[in-house]
């Protein structure tokens, strides 16, 4: 498995482009859909899903570049499918003052719901807190975790929106992410990938006081 990360648009989101045997996935495509479409392209690599952790606006804005170019379904987590198709819902009217929207989800994930990509076989865990449908994506045979905004190198995901909520995103980390391996690799929304293990040790602390 390859993992090839971009840091794009204005809010430098994190996407990453998954792939093995010329085969790919994408999480959290958010912005500059033709320099994610060009590595597609000059890697030989088929488009078979996107994952959006959630639907904020930063996280879905090349979904519909690449559901045009690629016919690569969209998932999402059922309750952040209505941002997808509402620029007032995903943020992108309040913070840019413009609309960006995408098709609609082929997809709605679930808490403990499966998702397979060659010979891996991926768990969808829901994790709200910043986004009421805010999911991370583990892949238990690489240990790797794509953590959309929950968590970062350095922090936690922001809890000052209209559908965010302090209480649950702690609940999310610490009853869905604390109890994974320490040696688990986390690839965020945001900045650069982490140990789950420095996290626990010197971030978590200070973010909920454990």
Do not use: W
């Amino acid at each position: 498995m390859e993992i090839k990360s971009f840091s794009l648009g204005d809010v430098f989101t994190r996407c990453y482009v998954v792939s093995k045997n010329n085969k790919a996935f994408i999480v959290d495509p958010g912005a500059e859909a033709e320099k994610i479409f060009s590595y597609l392209k000059n890697n030989d690599l088929k488009l078979e899903f996107i994952i959006n952790t959630h639907g904020h606006f930063d996280h879905i804005g090349a979904n519909e570049f690449l559901k045009n170019k690629t016919n690569a379904e969209i998932y999402i987590h059922d309750k952040a499918a209505e941002k997808l198709i509402s620029a007032k819902k995903n943020l992108s009217l309040k913070f840019l003052r413009r609309k960006i929207i995408s098709p609609p989800a082929d997809r709605l994930l679930k808490d403990g719901d499966q998702i397979i990509f060659e010979d891996y076989t991926m768990q969808v865990l829901y994790t709200p807190g910043h986004s009421r449908g805010g999911i991370s994506i583990y892949i238990p045979k690489e240990n790797i975790l794509f953590s959309g905004d929950a968590v970062f190198s350095n922090g936690v995901g922001r809890t000052d929106l209209a559908d965010s909520s302090r209480e649950k995103l702690h609940e999310s980390i610490k009853e869905k992410l604390l109890v994974l391996t320490e040696d688990t690799k986390i690839f965020p929304g945001h900045g650069e990938s982490f140990l789950l293990k420095d996290f626990k040790e010197d971030v978590y602390p200070k973010f909920f006081g454990e």
